[in-house]
């Protein structure tokens, strides 16, 4: 017969009971790598500095992923902390056992594999772009020197906007070689563009291969040209000025969703990008996809952050995929180039 509770519990044998008892809480239970403290396990750690919106939608999207612990950092007292907290009180339920911490100390983001830059300001109403990226040069200057002095090995995933340019000036203050500082933006645009062509056409978003390239705002390069559906080419499934109205639709993706939320900008779908960057790394996937990365000489551009399709993998950006782009393309491009080039000069790095 089957009791549960168990009627009587069966009896250890007495001469090892105590000790192993006190083994098997210490090495199985308890068991923390040296140096990491109690709230964290021996898994790989990532840290996502700035726990608003954009930030902590990626905190959660990767502690469900459950391969990485993960330490979300904000300037605000408590807010980084409740939040986590509230996300690990999820884990029993989704049945993941990712840790996942807030904080407001960067020594807490120690030895990170992976560091996400989310923390800055958004542009408020009157504000103009260059004040807007003065304030975040501030903000990024700081966060950087610390990601540096807890983090040298890491490779960090830049989000904050203006994105091209606060990529750059991370790369130019940590010193870090250029696989090591890669910007989140062509992988938004992509999937808005894709979306807006799946929508069109009635049929799976997977079907949809399609890349955005250069600056992350007015003077991205949407490659129409390059996009297919179920391999066959977008020309073929929809007249030029359909295309045409898709790809303003995709340059405008950002703006259209700050006027319908009315506060802040998108946070779901930018979230989902920079997921789809960091399991590329995490799981040397080798993923190519269009990032922002430091551009020597490749595409004629020399010395800026550009976004080109890269391949991501466990060395952060192993290769930049040069792809023979037409004439209007590639002037497309460097007015790209030429946009950012004018936000370094007001940033005077
Ligand atoms: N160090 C760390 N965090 C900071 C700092 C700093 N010096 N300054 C501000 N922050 C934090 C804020 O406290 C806030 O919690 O950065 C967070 C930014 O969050 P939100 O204002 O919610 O902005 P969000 O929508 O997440 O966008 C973040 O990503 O897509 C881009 O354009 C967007 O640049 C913006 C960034």
Known sequence: ??????????????????????????????????????????????????????GSTLAQRLVERDYADIVMFDI???????????????????????????????????????????????????????????????????????????????????????????????????????NRVVGMAGVLDTARFRTFIARELNVSVRDVQAYVLGGHGDTMVPLARMSTVAGVPLAQLLPPERIEQIVQRTRDGGAEIVKLLGTGSAYFAPSASILQMVESIMLDKKMIMPCAVYLEGEYGINGLFVGVPVKLGAGGVEQIIQI??????????????????????VMGI
């Open 1 to 54: 017969m089957f009791f549960w509770p168990p009627q009587q519990a069966v009896p250890l044998p007495t001469a090892y009971s105590a000790a192993y008892n006190t083994m098997r809480v210490d090495s199985i239970f308890s068991k923390t790598m040296k140096g990491q403290g109690k709230d964290m396990s021996s898994r790989t750690k990532i840290s996502v500095i700035g726990a608003g919106f954009v």
């Open 76 to 178: 605000i007292p408590n807010m980084p902390q409740g939040k986590a907290l509230d996300m690990l009180e999820a884990g029993p339920i989704l049945g993941y056992d990712s840790q996942i911490i807030g904080t407001n100390d960067y020594a807490d983001t120690a030895n990170s594999s992976i560091v996400v830059i989310t923390s800055g300001f958004p542009r408020k109403p009157g504000m103009s772009r260059d004040d807007l990226v003065k304030k975040n040069q501030e903000v990024i200057t700081q966060v950087t020197e610390q990601v540096v002095r807890y983090s040298p090995d890491s490779i960090i995933i830049m989000v904050t906007n203006p994105l091209d340019a606060m990529a750059q000036l991370a790369y130019k203050i940590s010193g870090f070689p250029r």
């Open 324 to 345: 023979d782009l037409d004439e209007n393309e590639q002037a497309q491009l460097q007015r790209s180039a030429d946009a950012v080039q004018e936000l370094i000069k």
